[in-house]
T-cell receptor, first 112, second 113 residues
């Protein structure tokens, strides 16, 4: 069974630029999560989708971050404009509706 | 708001030692608690999930315990191996007003051959 795929794996941008991350969850998983993990911290949930609907986006900085999950499968997370403090690893996870979440390898973003 | 603390932040042990990683959380109204492993440059892998009604779970050399009333969980690793070197994260589910995983900062474990 293929795992959660994310791309790109690494991205370096300058502040005020925009960036987008892509996630392909495990086939059949209805729930998809985006987490932000700052160096030395645990992951923090940004947004949770159930199929293509948003369940929880309470910690998503909506002035600069946006996410969508079209057709209830793939998802993209966008940052526009990026700030220095957005430097982090962005993790995508999916779940078939059980208590377990399956994580992708993450995208490491560096904002200079 | 649920807050999770993991002690120690880092641990270095010789191969073969038994060790304990500690996790404490502020709100005991949780549904379950998971322990994850994170390797550098990789995502998280779930190791053990303990339901709120359970007191412990075991998988191979790993044993996790949960004392919900005191807000504590421990991960016991028996006969540690160099391949166990990774960061271990504790994540209670629920508690406070949050219905999702809340992660601690993790314990970085290094097992020396």
């Amino acid at each position: 069974e293929a795992g959660v795929a994310q791309s790109p794996r690494y991205k370096i941008i300058e502040k005020r630029q925009s960036v987008a991350f892509w996630c392909n969850p495990i086939s059949g998983h209805a729930t998809l999560y985006w987490y932000q993990q700052i160096l030395g911290q645990g992951p923090k949930l940004l947004i949770q989708f159930q199929n293509n609907g948003v369940v929880d986006d309470s910690q998503l900085p909506k002035d600069r971050f946006s996410a969508e999950r079209l057709k209830g499968v793939d998802s993209t997370l966008k940052i526009q404009p990026a700030k220095l403090e957005d430097s982090a690893v962005y993790l995508c996870a999916s779940s078939p509706g059980t208590l377990l979440q399956y994580f992708g390898p993450g995208t490491r973003l560096t904002v200079t | 708001k649920q807050e999770v603390t993991q002690i120690p932040a880092a641990l270095s042990v010789p191969e073969g030692e038994n060790l304990v990683l500690n996790c404490s959380f502020t709100d005991s109204a949780i549904y379950n608690l998971q322990w994850f492993r994170q390797d550098p440059g990789k995502g998280l892998t779930s190791l053990l999930l303990i339901q709120s009604s359970q007191r412990e779970q075991t998988s191979g050399r790993l044993n996790a315990s949960l004392d919900k009333s005191s807000g504590r969980s421990t991960l016991y690793i028996a006969a540690s191996q160099p391949g166990d070197s990774a960061t271990y994260l504790c994540a209670p589910f629920g508690g406070g007003s949050q219905g999702n995983l809340i992660f601690g900062k993790g314990t970085k474990l290094s097992v020396k051959p």
